[in-house]
C-alpha cells in the first residue's frame, strides 16, 4: 500500500517537476545564447589598439594604472580625483587588467566585452524574474546586447567605468527583483551593497531607486492604484506564474490602505536615495576639481533645458534609426533651432500623455518611458559636464526602458493567430539580425583613432573638436602634414581657441615652417598671456633658430607662470648645456626630477654637464643609474662607456710622469 502511495505521489509531482527543469534549461540555453552572440558580434575589438579620445589618460599615460595594483595605486584610486572623475572600482578593475595582460589594449578590450556579455545574461535574468515571460525577456536582453548605440560603451576602453557600473547596477536591479518577489530583507542589503558598488564605479545610476519603484508598480505588483487593481492582477498571469502582487502581503505591507504601501516602498529605499545624494555630491565636486563643469555664464539654464529636450528626443531617433553615430556631438548652445526644440518639446509631452492616459491597460509603456526619461537625467545636461551636446554612451542603461516598453507592446498590437504565433518571432529574429550587423558594421570604425575620427567628421560635419582630434591623431601617427591640415580646419571653425593654436604651432615645428609655428603661439598668447605652454613652446622655435637669449626669456615667462612647468624646466636646462651654462643645466634638470623622479633624460642631462665640468666619478653614477632603470637604452649605455673611457684617460695621463 505504501509503494502504492509513493507511486501516485510521484505520478503528480513528476510532470510539475519537469516543467520546472524544463523552464530552467530553457533560461540557460537561452542565458548561453545571448552571452556567446554578444562575444562573437563584439569580437574584432580584441585586436584594436587605444585611441586618442580619452584613452591616453585612462590607460597609455596612466602611471598608476601602467603599474598595476599596488599599494600606491590602490591608494590612489580612492583619493584621486582624475579626469574629473571619482571611480575607484573602475581604476582598480583597470589595473586588474595591467597585471593580467601586461598594458596590451586588446586586453582591456577584451574584459569590457565580457562585462557587456555579463550585463546582457544579468538583464535577461533581472526581466525573466520580474515578469515569467521568458520570451521577450530575451528580446530586451537581446536588443541590448546588439544595438548601435552601446558601441561605444564596449568598444572604447575608457568607458570601462560605464560597463563596470552597469555590471553592478544590474546585479542590485536583480537582488531586488528577487526580494520583491520572494522577501528576505538580506536581498534587500545585498542588493543595496550592489548598488552602491555601481556608484563606486561611477555615479550615472542614482536613479535607480527610482527604477525600482518602477518596477514596484508593474511587473511587480507592489504598488497599487487608487482603486485598488495593480497592474500584475489586471490580466490573467501566464501558467507556471507566482504572481508577483504576492510580494507585499510576504513584506508586511497591506493594501486596504493605498497610502500606506506607497509609504512603505519608499522606506524601504531610504538607504538607496541616500547613497544617491551622497554620491551626486562627490560626482559633482570631482567634475568641479577637475574643471568639467560648465558655468551657466557659458550655457545658460534655458539653453540647457532646450537642448535637454532635443536630446531626449535626438536619442530616440538614434534608436530607431542607429546612423550617424559619433564620439563626440558639439553642443549648440544658444543657437538651437526653436522648430527643433518645439518639435521635440511636442513628441516628448504626446508620448508621456499616452503612456499615462493608457496607464492600466499598458503599464509596462508606462513604466519603460519613465525608466528611460529618468535614468537619463544625470546625463541630459541640465548640470553640463564637458562641451558635448549628447553621447552615445550614456543611452547604455536608459534604452533598456525603451526595449521593455516596445518588446511588451508590439504582441498586443499584433492579432491573434499564425501573425503572433509564427510571423511575429521571425520578424523579431531578423530585425536582431540586422541590429547585429549594423553593431558590426560600427564597431569596425573603432579599430583605430583616425578611422573613428573620420566616421566622426562624416557623421557631424564642420565640427571643431573632431578636427582637433583628428589633428592630433595624424600627429601621433608621425603625418605631420595631414595633421596640420585638420588642425586649421578646426581653428577656421573655432578660432578663439587656445590649445588649437599650440597644437597647430606644434605640428607646424614638426614640418620645419618655424615662423608659421611662432605666429600660432603668439596668437595663443594674444588669447591667454598665461598660458605658460605657448611660451615655452615659442622659446623652442627661438632655440631652434639659435636666438637663445630670446628662448630663454619665454622659458623663464613660462616658469613666472608656473614655477612647475615641467617642458620649460626641461628645455631650459638643454638651453643652459648648449650654451655651457653646466650649473644652470644641472639646476634645471635637479627641478625637474623632484617632480618627475623617472625623468632619465634630465638625469642624463645632469650626468654630461657633470662630465663636461670634469666631475667623472659623478657623471658616472648618474649614468650608471639611468642604466640600471633602463639596461636596455643604447644612448645611455653608450654614454656610460665614454665616461668610463674618459676615466681611464684621464688616470693613465695622471700616471705619466
Not at 510576504?250 to 524601504?268: C, D
Request: aromatic share 10%.
Amino acid at each position: 500500500m505504501l509503494n502504492l502511495m509513493n507511486r501516485q505521489t510521484s505520478q503528480r509531482v513528476t510532470p510539475s517537476a519537469e516543467r520546472r527543469d524544463f523552464a530552467r534549461h530553457q533560461l540557460v540555453i537561452l542565458a548561453v545564447l545571448l552571452f556567446v552572440a554578444t562575444l562573437a558580434v563584439y569580437s574584432p575589438v580584441w585586436g584594436f589598439g587605444f585611441v586618442i579620445v580619452d584613452d591616453p589618460t585612462y590607460v597609455p599615460e596612466n602611471p598608476h594604472v601602467i603599474e598595476g595594483i599596488t599599494l600606491q595605486s590602490v591608494k590612489w584610486s580612492w583619493t584621486a580625483f582624475h579626469d574629473a572623475n571619482w571611480i575607484p572600482l573602475t581604476w582598480l578593475s583597470l589595473m586588474f587588467d595591467t597585471n593580467v595582460f601586461g598594458g596590451r589594449a586588446g586586453g582591456y578590450h577584451l574584459t569590457n566585452t565580457l562585462l557587456h556579455a555579463a550585463n546582457t545574461v544579468l538583464l535577461f535574468l533581472a526581466i525573466v524574474t520580474a515578469t515569467q515571460a521568458c520570451a521577450k525577456s530575451f528580446v530586451v536582453a537581446a536588443l541590448f546586447a546588439l544595438h548601435p548605440l552601446h558601441v561605444e560603451s564596449v568598444a572604447w576602453v575608457a568607458e570601462r567605468k560605464d560597463v563596470l557600473s552597469t555590471l553592478f547596477g544590474l546585479l542590485s536591479l536583480l537582488a531586488y527583483i528577487r526580494f520583491a518577489t520572494r522577501a528576505g530583507v538580506w536581498r534587500l542589503a545585498v542588493s543595496f551593497i550592489f548598488f552602491v558598488l555601481s556608484l563606486l564605479s561611477k555615479q550615472t545610476l542614482v536613479t535607480l531607486p527610482f527604477v525600482f519603484l518602477l518596477l514596484d508598480y508593474w511587473p511587480l505588483g507592489r504598488l497599487k492604484l487608487n482603486s485598488g487593481v495593480s497592474p500584475a492582477a489586471a490580466k490573467p498571469a501566464p501558467s507556471g506564474h507566482r504572481p508577483a502582487r504576492m510580494a507585499a502581503s510576504r513584506v508586511g505591507l497591506t493594501l486596504s490602505n493605498p497610502r500606506r504601501p506607497t509609504l512603505g516602498l519608499i522606506a524601504e529605499k531610504i538607504p538607496f536615495f541616500a547613497a544617491s545624494v551622497g554620491f551626486s555630491a562627490a560626482a559633482l565636486i570631482a567634475q568641479s576639481h577637475g574643471g568639467a563643469v560648465i558655468a551657466l555664464t557659458t550655457v545658460s539654464f534655458v539653453n540647457r533645458c532646450a537642448n535637454a529636450i532635443v536630446a531626449y528626443a535626438a536619442y530616440l531617433a538614434k534608436a530607431v534609426f542607429p546612423q550617424s553615430l559619433a564620439v563626440y556631438y558639439p553642443h549648440l548652445r544658444e543657437s538651437l533651432n526653436s522648430t527643433d526644440i518645439g518639435l521635440a518639446a511636442v513628441l516628448l509631452l504626446a508620448i508621456t500623455a499616452a503612456v499615462t492616459g493608457f496607464v492600466r491597460r499598458y503599464p509596462f509603456l508606462f513604466v519603460g518611458w519613465f525608466w528611460y526619461l529618468g535614468t537619463l537625467v544625470p546625463m541630459i545636461g541640465l548640470v553640463q559636464i564637458g562641451s558635448q551636446q549628447m553621447a552615445d554612451r550614456y543611452t547604455y542603461f536608459p534604452l533598456i526602458g525603451i526595449f521593455v516598453g516596445v518588446t511588451w507592446l508590439v504582441p498586443e498590437l499584433v492579432p491573434a493567430g499564425l501573425l503572433r504565433t509564427r510571423v511575429l518571432p521571425v520578424a523579431a529574429l531578423a530585425g536582431l539580425a540586422l541590429l547585429a550587423a549594423t553593431t558590426y558594421s560600427q564597431i569596425s570604425y573603432w579599430h583605430d583613432s583616425v578611422t573613428l575620427l573620420r566616421h566622426a567628421m562624416d557623421s557631424t560635419p564642420d565640427n571643431p573638436i573632431v578636427h582637433q582630434f583628428l589633428g592630433s591623431a595624424y600627429l601621433e601617427e608621425g603625418s605631420a602634414r595631414e595633421g596640420a591640415e585638420e588642425l586649421e580646419k578646426a581653428i577656421r571653425l573655432a578660432p578663439a581657441n587656445v590649445p588649437l593654436h599650440i597644437e597647430l604651432g606644434d605640428a607646424l615645428q614638426q614640418l620645419g615652417r618655424l615662423n608659421e609655428a611662432a605666429a600660432e603661439y603668439r596668437k595663443a598668447l594674444a588669447l591667454d598671456p598665461k598660458s605658460a605652454q605657448a611660451h615655452s613652446n615659442l622659446g623652442l622655435v627661438f632655440y631652434k633658430r639659435r636666438e637663445y637669449e630670446d628662448a630663454k626669456q619665454q622659458y623663464r615667462q613660462a616658469l613666472e607662470i608656473d614655477p612647475d612647468f615641467l617642458p620649460a624646466h626641461v628645455n631650459l636646462a638643454a638651453l643652459c648645456f648648449s650654451v655651457a651654462d653646466y650649473a644652470g643645466a644641472i639646476d634645471h634638470s635637479e627641478r625637474v626630477l623632484r617632480l618627475a623622479p623617472d625623468a632619465t633624460g634630465s638625469e642624463m642631462c645632469i650626468a654630461m654637464s657633470l662630465r663636461a665640468q670634469g666631475r667623472l666619478n659623478e657623471a658616472i653614477r648618474r649614468v650608471q643609474h639611468v642604466v640600471d632603470l633602463k639596461p636596455d637604452d643604447p644612448v645611455a649605455r653608450e654614454e656610460l662607456s665614454r665616461t668610463l673611457a674618459m676615466k681611464n684617460a684621464a688616470r693613465k695621463e695622471k700616471a705619466l710622469p
